[in-house]
């Protein structure tokens, strides 16, 4: 994306990278297209900006820097303000653009003195135009704003359209899973798709970006003690936590792109042999219908435990890098596991299934709905609270259930995930 600022390499900059002296490279530009300067941040610039962000985000993307001279480009330093810049630039655009832009904010502070400084606004090209300021679908027009009319609209609308099937093509990507030949059923898979939204910046894809991404995710398997190998794909890196034959034993994978999209591939704990047999019994003694004699059973407290083990890796993969899971849609899979059965030795599950039935995956596989975490719904989004919620959803419990039998086997096996 576009960058005013530019290091001694000509590289452009991002705006935590930004320094006072970098202001000085503003003398050389005109606003236009991409770039817009306000001298001052008094109401009338205030009102303005909702609808200079809508603009942006329903174009390629853009700068506001308040508090240079329009004709001039002189520093002309703005007073801090009691808020938080950020919070009040973010309360206005809440108000009065729909949907939520994705945009950065930051009040670079004058060296000389600290309660002056100059605005910076970063705002991206909307992944899901039309973004709509005060009922006004606004668009860049040269240095300037302006409505849109019919043809840009269709064009707005079709750019929706094609991120979000960008995003349903992601979630049909699979990791391939060598069998045994011996092998009778396909692996049991829970699946996470992150697919990162933004626009593809042209260096994501420089291999010094790839090294970057690939040695932050050897340090996320690293902070918990995991080891991995790494697989090259045609257009990824994938990252195995064991190298012994997965012919033998499936372990999770987790696919990483350039443009730091991610899938997480979780094999279910099936139970096997004696252990098997003496679950079966178990249910047969305590539930009213019997479990078929050829059914498969998923450890669910194992399962659980290792989806969100590595799940905490892709959260920490995200402070590694810096980024903010509202960068990213997010969906859920099962692959192959329709009509397996729960198993958990805990006493609340087997008093669980006495009263209600084993718990076993009901529907085929499948891919949830796309939640887009732009929206601020999910301040507080992480990878393994997601992974482990919809996890029970998928096998049969409803997510905020009233029911407390529910809720007390959720907690329960929460709790026996935890253990080590």
């Given at each position: 994306?576009f960058?005013?600022f530019?290091?001694?390499?000509?590289?452009?900059k991002?705006?935590?990278?930004v320094?006072w002296?970098?202001?000085a490279?503003?003398?050389?530009?005109?606003e236009g297209?991409?770039?817009?300067?306000?001298?001052t941040?008094g109401p009338?610039?205030r009102?303005?900006?909702?609808?200079?962000?809508a603009?942006?985000?329903?174009?390629?993307g853009?700068w506001l820097?308040?508090?240079?001279?329009?004709?001039?480009?002189?520093?002309?330093p703005?007073?801090?303000?009691?808020?938080d810049?950020?919070?009040?630039i973010?309360?206005l655009c809440r108000?009065?653009?729909?949907?939520a832009?994705h945009f950065?904010?930051r009040?670079l502070a004058?060296?000389?003195?600290?309660?002056?400084?100059v605005?910076?606004?970063?705002?991206d090209?909307?992944?899901?135009?039309?973004?709509v300021?005060d009922?006004i679908?606004?668009?860049r027009e040269?240095s300037?704003s302006?409505?849109?009319?019919?043809?840009?609209l269709?064009?707005l609308?079709d750019r929706?359209t094609?991120?979000?099937?960008?995003?349903r093509?992601?979630c049909?990507r699979?990791?391939?899973?060598p069998?045994?030949?011996?092998?009778?059923?396909?692996?049991?898979?829970?699946?996470?798709?992150?697919?990162r939204?933004g626009?593809e910046a042209e260096?994501?894809n420089?291999?010094a970006s790839?090294n970057?991404?690939?040695a932050?995710?050897?340090?996320?398997f690293?902070?918990?003690?995991?080891?991995c190998?790494?697989q090259?794909?045609?257009d990824?890196?994938?990252?195995?936590?064991?190298?012994r034959d997965?012919t033998v034993?499936a372990?999770?994978?987790?696919?990483l792109?350039?443009?730091?999209?991610?899938?997480?591939?979780?094999p279910a704990v099936?139970?096997?042999?004696?252990?098997?047999?003496?679950?079966l019994?178990?249910?047969?003694?305590?539930t009213l219908?019997?479990?078929?004699?050829?059914?498969?059973l998923?450890d669910a407290t194992a399962?659980l435990r290792r989806?969100?083990?590595?799940?905490?890796?892709?959260?920490?993969?995200v402070?590694?890098r810096g980024?903010?899971?509202?960068?990213?849609?997010v969906?859920?899979?099962?692959?192959h596991?329709?009509g397996?059965?729960l198993?958990?030795?805990?006493?609340?599950?087997?008093?669980?299934?006495?009263?209600h039935?084993a718990l076993y995956?009901?529907?085929?596989?499948?891919?949830?709905?796309?939640?887009?975490l732009?929206?601020g719904?999910?301040?507080t989004?992480?990878?393994?609270?997601f992974a482990?919620?919809?996890?029970?959803?998928a096998?049969?419990?409803p997510l905020g259930?009233?029911d407390?039998?529910d809720?007390?086997?959720?907690n329960?096996?929460?709790s026996?995930?935890?253990?080590?």
């Amino acid at each position: 994306m576009f960058s005013p600022f530019r290091d001694e390499q000509g590289r452009p900059k991002a705006i935590g990278d930004v320094t006072w002296e970098d202001l000085a490279q503003l003398s050389d530009l005109e606003e236009g297209f991409v770039l817009e300067f306000k001298q001052t941040f008094g109401p009338s610039v205030r009102r303005k900006i909702p609808k200079i962000v809508a603009s942006f985000s329903n174009s390629r993307g853009g700068w506001l820097v308040i508090g240079i001279a329009d004709d001039s480009r002189e520093v002309m330093p703005v007073p801090r303000g009691t808020a938080d810049v950020s919070q009040v630039i973010g309360e206005l655009c809440r108000r009065h653009v729909s949907p939520a832009p994705h945009f950065e904010v930051r009040f670079l502070a004058d060296p000389s003195d600290d309660n002056c400084g100059v605005i910076l606004v970063r705002i991206d090209e909307g992944d899901f135009p039309p973004y709509v300021a005060d009922g006004i679908v606004e668009i860049r027009e040269g240095s300037t704003s302006g409505p849109a009319d019919g043809t840009a609209l269709v064009d707005l609308y079709d750019r929706a359209t094609s991120r979000r099937l960008d995003v349903r093509r992601f979630c049909r990507r699979t990791v391939y899973y060598p069998m045994a030949d011996d092998a009778v059923d396909p692996v049991a898979l829970f699946d996470l798709y992150l697919f990162r939204l933004g626009p593809e910046a042209e260096e994501v894809n420089s291999r010094a970006s790839i090294n970057e991404g690939a040695a932050a995710m050897r340090a996320a398997f690293d902070c918990y003690g995991i080891g991995c190998r790494i697989q090259h794909a045609h257009d990824s890196l994938v990252f195995r936590t064991s190298q012994r034959d997965e012919t033998v034993v499936a372990h999770s994978a987790i696919e990483l792109f350039p443009n730091e999209s991610m899938k997480l591939s979780v094999p279910a704990v099936m139970v096997t042999g004696e252990e098997r047999e003496q679950a079966l019994q178990s249910l047969a003694e305590r539930t009213l219908f019997s479990p078929r004699s050829d059914a498969r059973l998923m450890d669910a407290t194992a399962t659980l435990r290792r989806v969100t083990r590595m799940a905490s890796l892709l959260d920490r993969y995200v402070r590694l890098r810096g980024l903010s899971w509202r960068e990213f849609a997010v969906a859920y899979e099962l692959e192959h596991m329709a009509g397996v059965t729960l198993w958990s030795a805990n006493e609340t599950y087997l008093g669980y299934a006495a009263r209600h039935g084993a718990l076993y995956c009901a529907s085929t596989d499948c891919i949830s709905r796309v939640r887009y975490l732009d929206d601020g719904a999910h301040e507080t989004f992480r990878a393994r609270q997601f992974a482990g919620s919809h996890f029970f959803e998928a096998c049969g419990l409803p997510l905020g259930s009233p029911d407390p039998d529910d809720v007390e086997l959720v907690n329960a096996l929460l709790s026996t995930s935890g253990e080590r």
